[in-house]
């Protein structure tokens, strides 16, 4: 529900329309059941149903959880010898990074499949930003395994060049197989002339009630939006008055509760600041024509999709 899957989802979808003559098969995990169907539609028409794979893990396989290392082992070579059993001419991963907090298995293991197969490099923030993301020894452990499991691979796909350099300056990638394809957004996202009761239902919906500032994106650390709030404290009563700060996204509980504090600490009124928590596609293209102003106050991104869209 971030740029990471709506990246994975519009790129394989491409791939499949573009195809020729190639078959474009998925492999899925059965561990999460619900996405099952949904899958399903999202490449109804694109991939038949005998070509979308499903392989079985002994779960729970979350990465930072000590107790389940055999467990997630035992589920990558599982997986890859799934893949192999299909035969492929091409492998494309296209988020390695998972599975540190949920039942996701990626990894890049046998020779027979690592030249075959590509990764897609998002980025190295927890690399770069170690002190925040990898002071738990299982998770550094978990991740310096996904790292060499990108070293493996035989090819690497970039979504900038910034995030190119970065893996053969920081881990030392061979530059002749890292290739820079940046990251696209759908032709959805794009001016619209919205009706005016179009208008007033998404006000009503998330309690917009004047002029707004705009963010999309997750509140981790790198996302920086404690001092988005800060910032928007300093602008003023006046301001304030005439715009909203609209935080859009899905929010986990805890986050929620850290941005209500963060509100509080920094004396916002109760309409200052609107949480709208998970919105569909239509409802993130209105609410970026209806902002005057988007904001994303980064420290680090791969790519930072939402700027794009």
Do not use: C
Not at 19 to 36: C, E
Not at 67 to 78: S, V
Not at 131 to 142: A, G, M, P, S
Request: proline share 5%; aromatic share 8%; hydrophobic share 40%.
């Amino acid at each position: 529900h971030r740029g990471i899957g709506r990246y994975a989802l519009s790129l394989s979808q491409a791939m499949a329309r573009n195809a020729g003559d190639d078959d474009i098969h998925l492999l899925v995990n059965a561990a999460f059941p619900h996405y099952a169907h949904e899958i399903k539609q999202d490449f109804n028409g694109l991939i038949p149903p005998e070509r979308i794979h499903a392989f079985t893990i002994p779960t729970p396989t979350i990465g930072k959880t000590p107790a389940n290392a055999w467990r997630a082992r035992a589920a990558e070579w599982m997986r890859e010898h799934y893949l192999l059993n299909l035969k492929p001419d091409a492998v494309h991963i296209s988020s390695l990074f998972e599975g540190v907090d949920d039942d996701i298995v990626t990894s890049v293991h046998l020779p027979q499949l690592a030249d075959l197969t590509a990764v897609t490099l998002h980025d190295l923030i927890p690399l770069m930003q170690a002190d925040h993301y990898l002071h738990e020894t299982t998770v550094k452990h978990w991740y310096y395994r996904k790292l060499q499991s990108l070293k493996n691979a035989g090819l690497i796909l970039a979504v900038s060049d910034y995030s190119r350099q970065e893996g053969i300056d920081v881990l030392g990638l061979d530059a002749d197989r890292v290739f820079t394809i940046h990251n696209a957004v759908s032709a959805d996202f794009r001016p619209l002339d919205l009706a005016p009761e179009r208008v007033r239902s998404l006000q009503k919906q998330y309690g917009i009630n004047r002029a707004f500032i705009l963010y999309i994106g997750g509140v981790e650390h790198r996302k920086n939006v404690d001092n988005l709030i800060i910032a928007y404290n300093r602008l003023g009563m006046d301001l304030r008055k005439k715009y909203q700060l609209v935080i859009a996204g899905k929010l986990r509980d805890y986050q929620r509760d850290h941005l209500l504090k963060m509100a509080q600490k920094n004396r916002l009124g109760p309409t200052d600041m609107v949480m709208t928590g998970a919105i569909d596609d239509n409802e993130l293209i209105a609410l970026y024509n209806m902002a005057s102003l988007f904001v994303f106050p980064s420290l680090y991104e791969g790519f930072g999709l939402p700027v794009l869209e």
